[in-house]
């Protein structure tokens, strides 16, 4: 059975930095592209960053550049991102995604809070 | 980037009726967009692939159509675990990939 279990986030202040994990079981996980997604309070869902199986590529939002970062570590079937200076309009439930197209696997999401 | 917009934004329909949702990409996006199903609390769930393609486990009461820019998402009979927010997504050209505003469908 594919799993994908979240932990990490939680309440930060503004400007601070919190590391999401996503910890996949269930399939073989360095042949499968990941990525975050998110949705704010009352808001819709907004596609954060992307990471191919063999982290070769890697793309970000441009509301997330060079503030987040994606990464994974094939060897312990984990997806990591790494959020840095973080905003109020960074708050809100992030999920993690397999799959470079639709995604029929996610997480159970994990909120994050910014607080000012 | 291609620019999703859902309408209605809100749809107000009674149990057992029909109910339709419409998603339009500012550019052609051929067949490539997905419909997920979203309910507080709970992670999306991809209902529509590929335009029109129900994924595993989907009831056949929904259903995908369309292409180029104009796409519906049709729910034949509403049950009521059907009461949730639906958002579309291109997968056509990316990055990113984009989501439309959602369409909420409530009971009536």
């Known amino acids: 059975e594919v799993q994908l279990v979240q932990s990490g986030g939680g309440l930060v202040q503004a400007g601070g930095s919190l590391r999401l994990s996503c910890a996949a079981s269930g399939f073989t996980f360095s042949t499968y592209s990941l990525n975050w997604v998110r949705q704010a309070p009352g808001k819709g869902l907004e596609w954060v960053s992307y990471?191919?199986?063999?982290?070769?590529?890697?793309y970000y939002a441009d509301s997330v550049r060079g503030r987040f970062t994606i990464s994974r570590d094939n060897a312990k079937n984990s997806l990591y991102l790494q959020m840095n200076s973080l905003r109020d309009e960074d708050t809100g439930v992030y999920y993690c995604?397999?799959?470079?197209?639709?995604?029929?696997?996610w997480g159970q999401g994990t909120l994050v809070t910014v607080s000012s | 980037e291609i620019v999703m917009t859902q309408s209605p934004a809100t749809l107000s329909v009674s149990p057992g009726e029909g109910a339709t949702l419409s998603c339009r990409a500012s550019h052609s996006i051929s067949r490539n967009l997905a419909w997920y199903q979203l309910k507080p609390g709970q992670a999306p769930r991809l209902i529509i692939l590929d335009a029109s393609t129900r994924a595993t486990g989907v009831p056949a009461r929904f259903s995908g159509s369309g292409s180029g820019t104009e796409f519906t998402l049709t729910i034949s009979s509403l049950q009521s675990e059907d009461f949730a927010v639906y958002y579309c997504q291109q997968y056509d050209n990316w990055p990113p990939v984009t989501f439309g505003g959602g369409t909420k469908v409530e009971i009536k």
């Open positions: 990471i191919s199986g063999s982290s070769s590529a890697i």
């Open positions: 995604a397999r799959d470079s197209s639709s995604w029929f696997y």
